[in-house]
């Protein structure tokens, strides 16, 4: 089976186990904690998330079974989600920021927040620029989805397997190299497949030239500086 092939008929089930790995990666952090100690942010955030999910299971399921006039109405939810993905993300980064501080702890997770956000918006914002090329808009969608597998498998890890501060990096080690060894796979099937390098190649780069300051961004004065910045913007 060729990779487009692959994408229309079978990236249901791969979307699907996001939200079961979610629960689980955030089952300490988010869904077990008493309600006094969450704020709106969060909730905010964390339904805007989950309702990013549901509609990459919805919109692969349509394709599947060929409904594509649902897909694409379905499809007009994206420009409320992924505005909302933005605003929450932004907002619930600063209100955690404000909590930790200008530590260590609090500059790393300022950059993972971010970037990872970065990502987010490029594979989106290039799906949506996409929309009249199926193959290469679902592509971009599948990024999307890729950009949710470190906040997810970084707690996993954290909570149940290694007991270290986040700054230590060792998560980010971990579900780096796995993103970074699914899009290598999918670099290479797509080629071998289509002869196409103009989606997953360019994400991948994308990906690892902003994965990598993730592990000296703490020691960078400018990073502190911007940190320090946005500390007080009035976003939470």
């Known amino acids: 089976m060729n990779l487009t092939q692959a994408i229309f008929s079978k990236s249901v089930f791969f979307f699907t186990l996001i939200p079961i790995f979610a629960v689980w990666g955030f089952w300490v952090t988010y869904f077990t904690r008493p309600p006094e100690t969450l704020g709106p942010l969060e909730h905010i955030h964390g339904l805007a998330m989950f309702g990013w999910c549901i509609m990459l299971i ?29 605003i929450s993300t932004v907002s619930l980064a600063n209100y955690r920021l404000n909590l930790r501080g200008l530590t260590d702890e609090g500059l790393y997770s300022l950059y993972l927040q971010l970037s990872i956000l970065v990502q987010f918006m490029v594979c989106y914002g290039l799906a949506v620029w ?5 193959e290469v808009h679902a592509r971009f969608m599948v990024c999307t989805a890729l950009t949710m597998l470190d906040p ?71 990073w502190k500086t911007f940190s320090s910045w946005y500390l007080f913007l009035p976003l939470s």
Do not use: C
Request: avoid cysteine.
């Open 58 to 86: 919805a919109q692969s399921l349509l394709i599947r079974t060929r409904r594509r006039d649902l897909h694409r109405l379905f499809g007009k939810f994206s420009y409320v989600l992924a505005p909302l993905i933005v």
């Open 130 to 134: 996409n929309l009249k090329r199926p």
């Open 152 to 222: 997810i498998f970084a707690r996993i890890l954290l909570v149940n397997f290694f007991q270290v501060e986040l700054t230590s990096g060792i998560a980010q080690y971990m579900t780096y190299t796995l993103v970074d060894l699914i899009l290598v796979g999918l670099v290479v099937w797509d080629w071998k497949s289509h002869q196409r390098k103009d989606v997953f190649l360019p994400i991948l780069i994308v990906f690892v030239v902003s994965q990598l300051p993730t592990f000296f961004v703490v020691q960078w004065p400018a």
